[in-house]
T-cell receptor, first 111, second 113 residues
Framework: DAMVIQNPRYQVTQFGKPVTLSCSQT?????MYWYQQKSSQAPKLLFH???????NEADTPDNFQSRRPNTSFCFLDIRSPGLGDAAMYLC??????????FGPGTRLTVL | GESVGLHLPTLSVQEGDNSIINCAYS??????FIWYKQESGKGPQFIID?????DKRQGQRVTVLLNKTVKHLSLQIAATQPGDSAVYFC????????????FGQGTTLQVKP
């Protein structure tokens, strides 16, 4: 089945230790998104790639970076995680700016 | 600044009853609206969408109503089942823009057997 896959599902890191979350998709969608969802809150868009073009949201901290080496994969890098970065991180994909399909998310814990 | 968790409104219904979940959206220029269902520990799952040139759209057991005059969106679930228990988010988007989805606060639906 075509899908959006996120690994790992649960990630524990230490305060200040760089961490990378990964997303892959078999849908061959050209747009990939990263959202942050804190407890009991709605998802918040961090950035997205339209093909190879990176689009950052104005309020996304510099601590968050992203890479998209090819159509299928997209990575979220948190350079120096703080306690406030503990959240569920959701990857989504779409064909151009149409319906977005979400992955299961990676829950990040910062110790 | 540090974010504070928001209290999600909760709707509790009896199994078999109809559910109505409401949402107020913010941008009068938004022209695409989606309802997502999010179960605990999972990503949001698409339920139904509607474009601004429509005021009603029906799916299987679900209906979305759009009132652009008052910027209001609702999701109706017929014959609610225990498997419908989840958090429901509405989202708005301005097509032709970045495709950015702006999510509403979310409503927790609890289905009592």
């Amino acid at each position: 089945d075509a899908m959006v896959i996120q690994n790992p599902r649960y990630q524990v890191t230490q305060f200040g230790k760089p961490v990378t979350l990964s997303c892959s998709q078999t849908l061959n969608h050209n747009v990939m998104y990263w959202y942050q969802q804190k407890s009991s809150q709605a998802p918040k868009l961090l950035f997205h790639y339209y093909d190879k073009d990176f689009n950052n949201e104005a309020d996304t901290p510099d601590n968050f970076q992203s890479r998209r080496p090819n159509t299928s994969f997209c990575f979220l890098d948190i350079r120096s995680p703080g306690l406030g970065d503990a959240a569920m991180y959701l990857c989504a994909t779409s064909i151009s700016y149409n319906e977005q399909f979400f992955g299961p998310g990676t829950r990040l814990t910062v110790l | 600044g540090e974010s504070v968790g928001l209290h999600l409104p909760t709707l509790s219904v009896q199994e078999g009853d109809n559910s109505i979940i409401n949402c107020a959206y913010s941008n009068s220029a938004s022209d695409y609206f989606i309802w997502y269902k999010q179960e605990s520990g999972k990503g949001p799952q698409f339920i139904i969408d509607i474009r601004s040139n429509m005021d009603k759209r029906q799916g299987q057991r679900v209906t979305v109503l759009l009132n652009k005059t008052v910027k209001h969106l609702s999701l109706q679930i017929a014959a609610t089942q225990p498997g419908d228990s989840a958090v429901y988010f509405c989202a708005e988007s301005l097509s032709g823009n970045t495709g950015k989805l702006i999510f509403g606060q979310g409503t927790t639906l609890q289905v009592k057997p």
